[in-house]
């Protein structure tokens, strides 16, 4: 298996025709100006490996990328990067991560917390009450003290919602349509109020809502060099939610662009239920006097291509600014990249919320928890991040 995907990633790593279109759109180079932290840096550094001398450097322009895919919309030749740089991660000449202590941690929090709601949340309780908690943690592992600046709200209220619940419409629209709702983790953790507002607009959109029994599918560990974990997650959350027999619906652009690359679920971003305009929801809803600024998820824009079906939705209730906006630039987030590579991540993420801070509005709409967390950390208690789904729900 593993040599027929060296096969492939060969064969992607030609169809590289070394233009250097990418270099403009990729935001490691953008605050670098460094090529090897650039998709051709990158797609160079994967091919000649064998020959680079710098290990560490080889490791730091591979670590540094955000997965975005920002590379990807501008390519000319189609070049898939993100199977080449989720293998690179994974091909154990390239990885020095499974090994020492930092590997120990690393290989168990994706194994046992990022599995398990229960965990993260009694990791973030632990957190929200005893601030000393990660000072402590921050003395032994020297990236953890980055999590200060990126704590999201941990003291918001948290309303759990009872797996194999079904919440039921009574909208006159798509009478007995059932769908599921996948809770993930981090969104249902630290966002949990997403969900509730994703139930509501959902049902009066005339959808039954069932909540399943899934557990994390596998994207953050699959994007983050643990590809034997992340497909071994995919692969388990897959088979049960086959066995629901019902489209799964999300609300989290990473999770939803990952299990759509394969194809072998009916997944939807849930904007592709509500936008639809059939929905007399929408059209007795009056336009508000308030002004946002949306900042689309790089897996929304890149992977799904629904970004502006956000925005289209958005424009018609609120004033919505994009001028002079890089919209298309990550924030910095990309799962646990903040955490994981602190200084990279800090650099984009300062970047956009100068762009973000030149507009008037002080209320950012992003449908992605990785965003809301390192945009409200960036820009400060000053700036409210939500997500769209929360606005439009405040709507009805
Ligand atoms: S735009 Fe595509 S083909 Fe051109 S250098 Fe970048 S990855 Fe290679
Ligand atoms: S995925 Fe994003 S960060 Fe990585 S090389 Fe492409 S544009 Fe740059």
Redesign the pocket.
Same mark, same amino acid.
């Given at each position: 298996m593993k040599e027929n995907l060296k096969e492939h990633i060969d064969e992607i790593l030609k169809s590289c025709i070394h233009c250097g279109m990418?270099l403009p759109?990729? +935001?490691? !180079?953008q605050v670098t100006g460094n090529e090897g932290y650039? +998709?051709r840096g990158?797609i160079y550094t994967i091919a000649n490996q064998d020959t680079l001398i710098n290990q560490k450097q080889i490791f730091d322009y591979l670590d540094t990328?955000? @997965?975005? @895919?920002?590379?990807?919309t501008v390519c000319p030749s189609a070049v898939q !990067?993100?199977n080449i740089?989720d293998y690179a991660r994974y091909d154990l000449k390239l990885s020095r991560k499974n090994k020492g202590l930092w590997a120990f941690v690393r290989k168990y929090i994706f194994a046992n917390f990022l599995t398990d709601r229960s965990k993260l949340t009694k990791l973030k309780n632990l957190l929200a009450n005893f601030d000393w908690l990660s000072n402590i943690a921050g003395l032994v592992f020297p990236k953890i003290k980055l999590l200060n600046k990126l704590k999201p709200n941990l003291k918001a209220p948290y309303k759990s919602i009872d797996i194999g619940r079904r919440f039921r419409s009574t909208a006159s629209v798509n009478k007995s349509k059932t769908v599921a709702l996948m809770l993930g983790c981090v969104m249902d953790t630290f966002y949990n109020q997403v969900h509730h507002d994703s139930i509501k607009l959902l049902n009066a959109c005339g959808y039954d809502v069932l909540i399943p029994n899934l557990d994390c599918c596998g994207a953050l560990a699959c994007h983050s060099g643990e590809f034997d974990l992340g497909l071994k997650q995919r692969h388990d959350f897959v088979a049960k939610a086959k066995a629901l027999k019902i489209p799964l619906v999300v609300n989290s652009a990473g999770c939803g662009a990952f299990l759509k690359e394969q194809n072998d679920i009916e997944v939807l971003d849930i904007i592709e239920l509500i936008s639809d305009p059939i929905y007399d929801i929408w059209h007795h809803l009056p336009k508000q006097d308030l002004q946002i600024v949306y900042h689309p998820a790089c897996h929304l824009n890149h992977k799904q291509g629904l970004s502006s079906k956000y925005l289209q939705l958005l424009e018609r209730f609120f004033k919505v600014d994009t001028s002079s906006l890089n919209a298309d630039t990550?924030c910095g987030s990309a799962g646990i990249y903040n955490i994981l590579e602190p200084d990279m991540a800090f650099k984009i993420g300062e970047k956009k919320a100068m762009e973000l801070s030149v507009f008037e509005s002080c209320i950012v709409a992003s449908a992605n928890p990785g965003c809301i967390n390192q945009l409200q950390a960036h820009l400060g208690s000053a700036y409210e991040v939500v997500h769209p789904i929360s606005l439009l729900a405040n709507l009805l």
């Open positions: 990418c759109a990729c +935001p490691t !180079y650039s +998709p990158r990328c955000l @997965s975005c @895919s920002a590379c990807e !990067y993100q740089i990550c």
